[in-house]
Structures are given as structure tokens and as C-alpha cells.
């Protein structure tokens, strides 16, 4: 059965710290997809990135990059020079190719405090 | 804006009663998903409707249900309503059936309070 896993459940930094977020997921499947959502206070679930299995060059996004390792069936994604405006919970989340009753398996969640 | 509009955004409630909340998908999004957000068990997948017909269902009580329309537009219905109901419902939409190879847009959530 599909998992995902953050084993990070709060983070603390003082701005412009860099901080990695953890993600470790699990999966039968040798096609899914792999995908970040970042929920700012206001509640919406923003969409970041998605990744699919077959992929394993990492991305970068502005300050956003994220590394992907299949060998260790992780997904980290790291903030560089962190800002205030990045407090927010993370989420990890995961879709297998066949993924029968659950399209989307989220993580638990990272929830960053970014502190000016 | 994700573009996946919900209402309402804020409901207060009472034990025992019914709600029910409305989403638009993205234009030209056929799939549209429901999850529930609440403290202690975070993020779960409720239902999947695709072009008006149910396609995957998760961990969905009886007392909840859902409907699309055929302008695509979602319900969620929510009924004998518990205090542990009370949580974060989102509404999401992708353009295929496969969640897998799209991108899941999310609205801003509906809160839902039951008091």
C-alpha cells in the first residue's frame, strides 16, 4: 500500500537559514507520481511541484529545489534563504499509476515557522 | 487562485444536522476529488467523481455523500453530523481520471464547524 512519510512535524528557522524538508514515501507501483503542496495559514493547499517516478533529475525553482532519490525513496525539498512569507505546512504526497480507491496519499505534514 | 472555487468558505453548525457544500471545478477539469482535513487524521481522500459517475471511493462515512452534475459542479453532502465532523473539507479537480499523471488543483477549503 502506498505511504508517505515526513518525519519532520514542526521546523523552526530564523530567515534566510536554508531548511530541507523530509519526505520518504513507499510504493509498489515502478509508476507514480510524487507531489508537494505548501498550505499557508489561510488554509488553500497551493500546489508546488509534481514529479513522476521515471524522473529522477532534480528541480530547481527559484529559492524552491527539490531532490529526488529513488534508491532511498525520497522526495526532500529544500528552501534556500528562507523568508517569512514560507511559514506554512508542507505536505508530501503521493499517486501510484495504479492507484485503485485513493488517487493521492498525503503525509502528515511539515509545518515551517520561518522567524524574521 | 487555483481556479477550483468552494462554498461556502465558513459553516457553523449544530449535532445532528445536514450541510452541504458546493464546488466548481477548474475549466475544463472532468475529475473532481473530496478530502477532509481535520487535526488528527489529516488529509484523507473521501471520494472521486469523473464526468458525473463515481470513480474511486476512500475512507467515506455512510452518513456522507456526493453527487456531480452534468455541468460538472460537485456537492458534498454531509448528514447526522458528529462533533468530530468538524474539519477542513476541500474540494480538487484535474482534467483526466488518472490523479496519477495530472496535476490535482485544490480550492480554498470549506471549514465546517459542528457544535
Known amino acids: 500500500a502506498q505511504k508517505v512519510t515526513q518525519a519532520q512535524t514542526e521546523i523552526s528557522v530564523v530567515e534566510k537559514e536554508d531548511v530541507t524538508l523530509d519526505c520518504v514515501y513507499e510504493?509498489?507501483?515502478?509508476?507514480?507520481?510524487l507531489f508537494w503542496y505548501k498550505q499557508p495559514p489561510s488554509g488553500e493547499l497551493v500546489f508546488l511541484i509534481r514529479?513522476?517516478?521515471?524522473?529522477?533529475q532534480n528541480e530547481i525553482s527559484g529559492r524552491y529545489s527539490w531532490n529526488f532519490q529513488k534508491s532511498t525513496s525520497s522526495f526532500n525539498f529544500t528552501i534556500t534563504a528562507s523568508q517569512v512569507v514560507d511559514s506554512a505546512v508542507y505536505f508530501c504526497?503521493?499517486?501510484?499509476?495504479?492507484?485503485?480507491?485513493?488517487?493521492?496519499?498525503f503525509g502528515k505534514g511539515t509545518r515551517l515557522s520561518v522567524i524574521a | 487562485d487555483s481556479g477550483v472555487t468552494q462554498t461556502p468558505k465558513h459553516l457553523i453548525t449544530a449535532t445532528g444536522q445536514r450541510v452541504t457544500l458546493r464546488c466548481s471545478p477548474r475549466?475544463?477539469?472532468?475529475?473532481v476529488y473530496w478530502y477532509q482535513q481535520s487535526l488528527d487524521q489529516g488529509l484523507q481522500f473521501l471520494i472521486q467523481?469523473?464526468?458525473?459517475?463515481?470513480?474511486a471511493k476512500g475512507n467515506i462515512l455512510e452518513r456522507f455523500s456526493a453527487q456531480q452534475f452534468p455541468d460538472l459542479h460537485s456537492e458534498l453532502n454531509l448528514s447526522s453530523l458528529e462533533l468530530g465532523d468538524s474539519a477542513l473539507y476541500f474540494c480538487?479537480?484535474?482534467?483526466?481520471?488518472?490523479?496519477?499523471?495530472?496535476?490535482?488543483?485544490f480550492g480554498e477549503g470549506s471549514w465546517l464547524t459542528v457544535v
Open positions: 480538487a479537480s484535474s482534467v483526466s481520471l488518472d490523479a496519477s499523471g495530472n496535476t490535482i488543483y
Open positions: 510504493t509498489r507501483d515502478t509508476t507514480y507520481y
Open positions: 514529479r513522476n517516478s521515471f524522473d529522477e
Open positions: 504526497a503521493l499517486s501510484e499509476a495504479n492507484s485503485g480507491n485513493t488517487p493521492l496519499v
Open positions: 475549466s475544463g477539469d472532468l475529475s
Open positions: 467523481y469523473y464526468n458525473g459517475e463515481e470513480r
